[in-house]
């Protein structure tokens, strides 16, 4: 079992900053990736961020590239979510997720219960 607890939601204006935090504990030791989705009110779940816990390879939805960050820190257990340049459109719940290698053709997913970001114009 993993658990994940997510910090750093709130309200903020258009242009503005603001960092998520997303901790893992538990059975973390054969963690694949881990990242970051959003669900905005009336849409569907979508990919926000990811980064693999080996290399550090980040990847990013077209939609915030160049305004995000992933990153993360081992000795924590932690992923990190910079979110700059803020725009009303990025308002929504972000969830994170960690995605444990249970086999070499397999992960099993693990969900935080979300953060709430709001952004106004």
């Known amino acids: 079992q993993v658990q994940l607890v997510e910090s750093g939601g709130g309200l903020v204006q258009a242009g503005g900053s603001l960092r998520l935090s997303c901790a893992a504990s538990?059975?973390?030791?054969?963690?694949?990736?881990m990242g970051w989705f959003r669900r905005a009110p009336g849409k569907e779940r979508e990919f926000v961020a990811a980064?693999?816990?080996?290399?550090?390879?980040?990847t990013y939805a077209d939609s915030v590239k160049g305004r995000f960050t992933i990153s993360r820190d081992n000795a924590l257990n932690t992923v990190y979510l910079q979110m700059n340049s803020l725009k009303p459109e990025d308002t929504a719940v972000y969830y994170c997720?960690?995605?444990?290698?249970?086999?070499?053709?397999?992960?099993?997913?693990?969900w935080g219960q979300g953060t709430q970001v709001t952004v106004s114009s």
């Open positions: 980064i693999n816990w080996s290399d550090s390879r980040a």
């Open positions: 997720r960690a995605s444990v290698i249970v086999t070499s053709s397999m992960n099993y997913d693990y």
């Open positions: 538990g059975r973390t030791f054969n963690t694949g990736n």
